[in-house]
């Protein structure tokens, strides 16, 4: 990386904290204006939206406008309506001090100022602007680095970038481990992370040598468990629609099944029969692409670990870097295919007799960012998140809470910290300042 394009970044930051300074970003009328502004722009671009994420990732028309235009459009329009009730001053009960005086309590939500966001690649749009939005809400500033492993993407969120906002107020900067290494020395007010746990540990220890704030929304390997009362059909349905999504690159897509052995071969038959019929037309191409060579590799690694243990699909090509919907069978948590988060379109499935030997199992290892729990019995199911953690939790379905603007969304320990959407993006890119009053 250059000396020009140091100070290139250098030149921007400085620039913001001066816009910042100016208390502009703290109006609600400028925030709100800005979000519509966002919103009229970000519109206007979904056809390269969706050619561009077509090319890095095979998305179809159909999935990229749902995931990576509409659900940030309706975010948009989530918080535009609720923003200025949301923003007020939370008042709290008048109490009465030592000496008689009347104490009036209240918290204001303060912007941090100069926020950095960092993008991943596997839902490129949504998990960039959905944080943005709810920076820009809070009244920050930010430097946005979307991923280099999807260009035509990257180059598509410069472009609404520069015709939506000045560069003082949000910026993009593209760029790869050097220019994010750069971007991290600077003192940001806030950095909000999408990513691997591996680089969310560097992120994270470069803020802390600044002390600076920060979001980490990383990733780890979801269970999924499927008792031995749950409605097969609609569970392998619902699975495989969060499992084979952007070609299993989904933070929070079903790891692996634990499933009731009494249950376990109409489980596997049903799979099979579910991905024969979907996937049968246009075979590897339909779920999309993996990110990259390497990924292809790491994924096709798990399968000659335990070549007997694939009992659908297996099929990649590394040119196109297409790779099937693959199921295994009989894995045990020994096997290559356990020791990490996949992100690719190969199931493992593993059995239980005994729940409280599962759940055991499930707490041996790091906290996942969603646990999914499949049961037409809610004590069971009840049970099962009671005696577990995750960053989120869902009972008889998959994903649909990363689409709720109701719900925060985040993780716990190695899977993340912090949580965001809607309302909760405002406590997320907000300090809550106490100020108490003594009449």
Not at 33 to 60: E, P
Not at 188 to 213: C, H, R, W
Not at 243 to 263: L, R, W
Not at 264 to 278: H, I, M, N, Q, R
């Amino acid at each position: 990386m250059t000396t020009a394009i140091k100070d290139a970044m250098k030149s921007v930051f400085e620039k913001q904290k001066m816009f910042f300074a100016t208390q502009q970003t703290k109006d609600i009328s400028f925030r709100k204006t800005q979000l519509q502004r966002l919103r009229s722009v970000y519109a206007s671009f979904t056809d390269a939206i969706c050619q561009a994420v077509n090319i890095d990732l095979g998305k179809s028309r159909q999935e990229a406008e749902y995931v990576e235009v509409q659900i940030v459009l309706n975010e948009l329009d989530y918080i535009i309506e609720n923003m200025e009730e949301w923003v007020k001053p939370t008042f709290l009960p008048v109490s009465t001090h030592s000496s008689g005086a009347e104490m009036v309590s209240k918290i204001i939500y303060e912007p941090y100022g100069v926020t950095y966001i960092i993008g991943p690649f596997n839902y490129p749009m949504q998990l960039t602007f959905s944080p943005l939005i709810g920076a820009l809400m809070s009244g920050n500033t930010a430097i946005i680095k979307p991923s280099e492993n999807t260009p035509h993407v990257s180059a598509v969120i410069e472009s609404i970038v520069k015709e939506a906002f000045d560069e003082e107020y949000v910026t993009v900067f593209q760029g790869a481990i050097e220019e994010n290494t750069f971007l991290l020395t600077l003192p940001f007010n806030y950095i909000f992370f999408t990513g691997s746990p591996n680089v969310g540990k560097v992120v994270m220890k470069a803020a802390a040598e600044q002390l600076i704030p920060l979001t980490l929304e990383l990733g780890g390997k979801s269970p999924t468990i499927v008792h031995k009362d749950a409605d097969i059909k609609k569970a392998v349905q619902r699975i495989a629609a969060g499992k084979f999504i952007n070609c299993g690159q989904t933070c929070v897509a079903p790891d692996y099944i634990y499933v009731h052995e009494s249950v376990k071969e109409a489980l596997v038959d049903e799979f099979k029969a579910y991905l024969s019929a979907t996937y049968h037309d246009e075979s590897l191409g339909k779920i999309g692409k993996i990110v990259s060579q390497n990924q292809i590799k790491n994924l096709a690694g798990y399968l000659e670990d335990a070549p007997e243990k694939v009992v659908y699909g297996g099929n990649y090509d590394l040119e196109t870097r297409h790779f099937e919907a693959t199921l295994m069978t009989d894995v045990s948590w020994e096997d290559a295919v356990m020791q990490q988060e996949i992100f690719g379109p190969v199931l493992p499935i593993l059995t239980y007799d005994d729940i409280n030997e599962a759940l055991t199992e499930i707490n041996r290892r790091p906290k996942p960012l969603a646990l999914y729990v499949f049961s037409e019995d809610q004590n069971f199911a009840d049970d099962v998140i009671a005696k577990t953690t995750s960053g989120d939790a869902e009972i008889n379905s998959t994903l649909i809470h990363v689409g709720s603007h109701l719900l925060p969304f985040g993780g716990v320990g190695t899977s993340g910290m912090g949580k965001y959407h809607g309302r909760f993006s405002l406590d997320n890119f907000s300090h809550q300042r106490s100020v108490l009053q003594l009449k």
